[in-house]
């Protein structure tokens, strides 16, 4: 059980290496729309035939990467869960991506469907009626060339499952001397290939009741109305210290639990797909179904990660001892710049989170409601993180269907709540958030920053205690042999937030967008980088 915890932990930190290329992507494609939007940017400009071009070819370029996202999924879950070889696991994650899907389209062919017998315009001439005809065809898709089950990023994440459990196997197979130029990392591919094609043709088979469970939770989502948005919002907070929100994120936001919607007889699901479809191909999504999914995006994260999180921090300030302001005030500060600017949260939350359940509580409550008020004022921002860049490019460039005043002004209003109710918690509960530590340490001072990779590695308890780093957003993500070896006081003293342990042998080390710099440091004087 413990095991398969810590599996899931690094499910989850796999699922960020796509994320993170198309949160960048997304933010392209909502500048390049913007600039193509004549409100925005007047008719004149529109008119441009080179600017135009070139503006359309980044379009182009984003909505590719968002059409093959089931291949990044399958390639981040095999590079994430392999327990070395991480090229191999990640090239046979393609073959086997690929195959699993010929062994999909081979079923369907068997069964006599092909990309030509399921248009809306076929499934009418055979009886059915024109709404049940879109959905059906709906159900289909041409994946690099291949037809196939609309299985988006969900087809992706079982492909690469499937792969690096093969891999994980077969990596250091040894094969009979006369065939041994196939053994070990070889081998995996060829197993790949013989399996995955099995697997499409038993996923073809339960895939249609797969499907159905899927938009049964998606329509009960649906039905929920701005109550379903509420539940989202407080459960992606409550996840945080466990590291499983992304896990919830991805499935709102590519699969048809967040939303489906059909754009020339093609189904896009998932909120972040929609909104994506949109912005690439404007006027073909109905802005009412583009609201539906981004009840589930960016703009219920604006009010509180532009205005409330930055007025908690303030109140942590104003609470802290006064001789430990000037350290508390750094720490708050460089925070609460994250938090605003690119809606990266972590480094303020992990001030509370863990020495304070009621706080955690209330702040999880005011994002969901916050996702809740968003929906019910009609607000239309996408995109995944929430700061002022998502706001300026989704919201404000998107003009005034975005309705993003709304944002804004809540924004302003969980300002004061948010600062007046923490600093009550916190006062009157007496609750040691920084600089108000009961054993405040007559310890170590913050280490110099060309000493900081040698104490990161003795906190972790020396280099011998250490099987493998890697990192998130803003976590350190280490794997280490003896968890009692892990000193926090020794780690808090490099700079971090926060120490999460998350099983007896893997440890979360909270520092930051800096992280993939201490990462990358840690690794090099480890001799793996």
């Not at 001397?177 to 053994?183: E, K, L, P, Q």
């Not at 000037?326 to 001030?351: D, N």
Request: charged share 15%.
């Amino acid at each position: 059980m413990k095991d398969f915890g810590s599996k899931v932990h690094a499910f989850g930190k796999a699922l960020m290496m796509p994320i993170s290329v198309i949160a960048a992507a997304g933010i392209f494609l909502g500048v390049a729309a913007a600039l193509q939007n004549p409100a925005v940017t007047g008719e004149a400009f529109a008119q441009l035939h080179t600017p135009q071009l070139i503006i359309g070819f980044i379009r182009k370029v984003a909505g590719a990467l968002f059409a093959n996202l089931p291949v990044f999924f399958a390639v981040a879950s095999a590079i994430g869960l392999a327990k070395a070889e991480k090229p191999t696991a990640a090239f046979a994650a393609v073959i086997g991506f690929i195959a699993m899907h010929v062994g999909v389209s081979a079923t369907l062919a068997a069964k006599g469907l092909t990309a030509a017998t399921t248009t809306a315009e076929a499934l009418q001439k055979s009886g059915m009626d024109q709404t049940t005809a879109m959905m059906t065809s709906a159900e289909y898709i041409d994946m690099l060339g291949i037809f196939t089950y609309n299985m988006s990023v969900l087809g992706g994440v079982i492909a690469g499952l499937i792969t690096v459990a093969i891999h994980n196997r077969f990596y250091t197979q040894q094969l009979p001397t006369a065939i041994g130029f196939f053994g070990g990392r070889r081998f995996v591919p060829i197993v790949t290939v013989v399996v995955l094609p099995l697997v499409g043709i038993l996923l073809a088979t339960v895939w249609p009741g797969i499907g159905a469970g899927i938009a049964w939770v998606g329509e009960l989502i649906g039905k929920s109305g701005q109550y379903g948005a509420f539940l989202y919002g407080t459960f992606e907070r409550l996840l945080i210290p466990t590291g499983l929100h992304h896990i919830l994120n991805e499935t709102v936001r590519f699969t048809p639990i967040g939303g489906i919607a059909n754009v020339d007889n093609q189904s896009i699901v998932g909120a972040l797909n929609i909104f994506n479809a949109a912005l690439t191909s404007p006027g073909l999504i109905p802005d009412d179904t583009v609201r539906e999914a981004t009840r589930f995006l960016a703009q219920g994260k604006i009010p509180v990660m532009m205005f409330g999180l930055p007025a908690a921090a303030l109140a942590i300030y104003h609470s802290a001892r006064p001789e430990h302001k000037q350290r508390v005030r750094a720490l708050v500060l460089a925070g609460a710049l994250t938090s605003f600017t690119t809606g990266i949260t972590e480094p303020l939350e992990f001030c509370f989170i863990f020495v304070s359940p009621l706080l955690y509580i209330l702040h999880a409550l005011l994002s969901g409601l916050s996702f809740m008020l968003m929906s019910v004022m009609h607000l239309m921002i996408g995109n995944v993180q929430g700061g002022a860049i998502d706001l300026l490019v989704f919201g404000i460039l998107g003009g005034s269907k975005t309705q993003w005043w709304w944002s804004i002004l809540l924004g302003l209003i969980y300002v004061p709540v948010y600062y007046y109710s923490f600093r009550f918690i916190i006062r009157r509960m007496n609750v040691e958030t920084p600089g108000r530590e009961s054993d405040e340490p007559e310890t170590a001072a913050p280490v110099a920053a060309d000493e900081r990779t040698k104490v990161i590695i003795s906190g972790l308890g020396g280099e011998s205690n250490i099987e493998d780093v890697d990192c998130c957003f803003t976590r350190l993500r280490v794997r280490v042999k003896e968890m009692k070896e892990v000193v926090d006081q020794t780690l808090m003293t490099t700079g971090a937030n926060g120490v999460n342990r998350v099983s007896d042998h893997d440890v979360q080390v909270i520092y930051g967008p800096q992280v993939e710099k201490i990462a990358h440091e840690v690794k090099t004087a480890l001799g793996v980088a």
